[in-house]
């Protein structure tokens, strides 16, 4: 079977920086995966993809020009259908073996086999493999259709009147089979071997490419373009780093930025820029944010991680003097930071408190009420849990906090700049004189906003996130607003992680349970209204909440939920994990002391039969019928095997006891090693569903017994091996 390495590029319009990292991936995935299905390249095949702003393409080697024939066998019909009494077929059995473009002559080489009680007629053939032209045609209509495509465009053809759907208008299609062009056609183009460099600098235009294997060294040496979405990445890091050093400065490490500006250029050029040091006396993060999210530049910090005022240009032309290009830039950026100084000016003009009552003119849900509402909520939830950690002191800070955290809503740089929220209400407290454990609270109240952030800085700060979060939860749940899929619109499970997160990683002696119910007590109690006019207690009764109990529970089993899955993800085993959780504990912050004693526990070799025995006990338990009694009647105990458990568990009982009490769940855990050999004899030598009632009871409270000394620190019924 012959091969060469194939080359297919789809020359389009710019592409959305956004979305091309993803298009480049997807767009190699599915152009593989469907000639690999057909059998025009292995498994194993090297596969490169391309990606840049006007441009998806990729080389594959050892491509075949026709796949290679296929045994296939083809079941027809039960032979009592298929053929007559003399063995002849029958008018059934020609119509089917017409439609596979057979006819009768193949009846005497048709197999018979048995399924179950049934001889069955079955076709062995060989299917003819697909051309390479068929099998590209049928790879591209199939990727094509299946891109991440947010939104397509629709745009006409150049006859003017038929039209087709792509993310932008696509001008070319280049599909070369070594040096052969392969005549398929997607998009209304044909393919050729003619492809477009950089728009500005392409040294030949069009670039006639000689083969599949010449691409990438035609694109550079004739069209100034590196085809190579990595590639192209790596060199924009090289050149940040290096100017940055002449500078003495840093680039900011933003991944997500350096990926989009990767997807703007197509030759990158690093020039250094700077703008007037009077707008450092903005707060740096406005700045950093305007220069990266309007301009798409990498500003640059000093050894401190201090704003210089000097950035970075990723240029897509590289001119002999860039003084214009530079100058350019400075100026619109000069506009963009004097609009960042505006706002900040302004919103100082006005300070937070001032602004609070105006978030009552904010809708939050219209089945929740405002923001000023729910401000009410989340102060009231935050002073109970100030409460709870540090008394009257405590709450009183955190009630102020939670009061002014959600003011900034209102300021311009933050309606300019949702991004900022928390960061400003930072700065505007500090900059009114409040202290900085309520500034701090105000910005860290929305922490953690993503996976791997930080964590409030104080416990002010961590009683307001603590009640922010609980307050979405809570009433996002009861109103049934709950995340289904891939959709999560009030970042429900973000949420849950934080309260995770802060009650673990702070060590909070909060019960999780306690924790939602007394939030949501808060919730249906709290006066939201100050206005005692009829017209306003009428219009406040319906906004009155009700919390339903079923939307707690739910809630609490949702962050369970999510509690395992963060914990699995962290390298705990399923077993692990089940086995802590299966017990619910409600302090959340024992869990990982629990799952490490777990993980001691299992490497002893007494694990296995005490997770068996473990099992064995609540089996018996729960077919048990009526209740259990929780002593034990020593003098009931008539086998010698069930008086040396019961001796066993009584002196284990205090050890165990206090090495829980004291936090030692793995030492707790260890002792129960001593359980094994009494209760392999209980087991060999003790009937426990036993005729005398009494006694039945009595093995059944020991073994209640048995299993709550067993079950302090995890359930180790969920280590047995299944």
């Known amino acids: 079977m012959m091969t060469q390495n194939l080359l297919v590029e789809l020359l389009v319009e710019e592409l959305p920086p956004k979305s091309l990292k993803q298009l480049d991936n997807s767009f190699a995935q ?35 020009a026709q796949a290679a024939d296929k045994a296939v066998t083809q079941k027809l019909m039960p032979v009592a259908v298929g053929l007559d009494a003399q063995g002849q077929p029958t008018p059934p059995l020609l119509k089917k073996l017409a439609s596979f473009g057979v006819d009768a002559t193949v009846v005497p080489q048709l197999k018979r086999v048995m399924e179950g009680k049934t001889e069955t007629l079955f076709l062995d053939s060989t299917v003819k493999g697909t051309s390479l032209t068929d099998g590209l045609q049928k790879a591209l209509q199939e990727t094509i259709s299946q891109l991440p495509i947010p939104k397509v465009m629709t745009y006409q053809l150049a006859d003017g ?25 997607i998009l209304g183009l044909q393919a050729g071997r003619e492809t477009q460099g950089h728009r500005f600098e392409a040294r030949v235009n069009p670039i006639v490419l000689h083969n599949a294997d010449s691409y990438v060294q035609q694109l550079i040496t004739e069209g100034v373009v590196v085809v190579s ?34 997807a703007l250029v197509e030759h990158p050029n690093v020039l250094v820029c700077k703008f007037d040091a009077e707008f450092l006396q903005v707060p740096q993060e406005c700045l950093i944010l305007t220069m990266k999210a309007n301009q798409k530049y990498f500003p640059l910090l000093d050894t401190q991680e201090k704003l210089a005022n000097k950035f970075l240009l990723v240029s897509n032309i590289r001119p002999a003097d860039a003084t214009q290009v530079i100058a350019g830039n400075e100026r619109v950026v000069r506009s963009r930071l004097a609009d960042a100084k505006f706002f900040f000016d302004q919103d100082r003009k006005k300070t937070l408190a001032l602004r609070v009552p105006e978030l009552d003119k904010v809708v939050y849900h219209n089945k929740v009420g405002t923001q000023g509402q729910r401000m009410q909520y989340v102060r009231a939830i935050a002073k109970m849990i100030g409460q709870q950690l540090g008394g009257d002191a405590l709450a009183n ?28 209400g930072r700065y505007y407290a500090q900059y009114e004189g ?14 953690p906003r993503f996976s791997g952030d930080t964590l409030p800085r104080n416990l002010a700060g961590i009683c307001v996130a603590l009640a922010d979060k609980l307050e979405t939860l809570i009433n996002m749940f009861n109103i049934g607003e709950t995340p289904t899929g891939d959709k999560d619109p009030f970042a429900l499970r973000r949420h849950a992680l934080g309260v995770i997160r802060i009650l673990i990683e702070k060590i909070l002696p909060l019960e999780l349970d306690k924790l939602v119910y007394q939030a949501a007590i808060v919730i249906a109690e709290e006066e939201i209204y100050t206005d005692y006019s009829e017209s306003s207690i009428k219009m406040m009764i319906g906004l009155k909440r009700h919390i339903k109990i079923e939307s707690r529970e739910q809630l609490l089993v949702f962050i369970y939920e999510r509690l395992a899955g963060n914990l699995r993800e962290q390298g705990y085993t399923a077993q692990e994990v089940d086995a802590v959780l299966g017990l619910n504990p409600q302090n959340l912050s024992d869990i990982p002391k629990r799952l490490a004693a777990v993980r001691a526990f299992v490497a002893l070799p007494e694990a296995i039969s005490l997770a068996a025995a473990n099992k064995r006990v ?32 009584t002196t284990l009982l205090s050890e165990t006891e206090k090495a829980f009490a004291a936090g030692d769940y793995t030492a707790s855990l260890q002792t129960l090693a001593k359980l094994k050999s009494p209760i392999d004899v209980f087991f060999d030598h003790v009937m426990v569903n036993v005729e005398d009632e009494s006694l039945r009871n009595n093995r059944l409270a020991l073994l209640k017994q048995l299993q709550q000394t067993m079950n302090r620190v995890a359930d180790l019924s969920k280590l047995a091996v299944s």
């Open 618 to 649: 609540g089996n018996i338990l729960k077919k048990s019928e009526g209740s259990i009694h929780d002593e034990v009647n020593a003098r009931l105990l008539q086998e010698e095997a069930e008086q040396v458990l019961h001796q066993t568990l």
């Open 229 to 262: 979405f990595a590639e192209r990445r790596a060199e924009i890091v090289r050149q940040l780093a290096l100017a940055a050093a002449k500078e003495n400065l840093t680039p900011i490490d933003d991944d997500a930025l350096l990926d989009e500006v990767t």
């Open 30 to 64: 599915l152009l593989t995966a469907s000639l690999e299905v057909q059998g025009l390249i292995t498994k194993d095949a090297i596969v490169a993809s391309y990606a840049t702003p006007r441009r998806l393409a990729m080389h594959i080697g050892n491509v075949a």
């Open 434 to 447: 409040l202290s900085d454990d309520i500034a701090f609270a105000i910005e860290d109240h929305y922490k």
């Open 161 to 185: 009147w038929s039209s087709v759907n792509f993310v932008r208008p696509a001008h070319a299609l280049v599909a070369l089979h070594g040096a052969d062009i392969v005549p398929v056609n």
């Open 397 to 424: 800070q955190v009630y102020e906090a939670a009061t002014l955290a959600k003011a900034d809503l209102l300021t311009d740089m933050v309606g300019e700049f949702p991004e900022l929220q928390g960061i400003m």
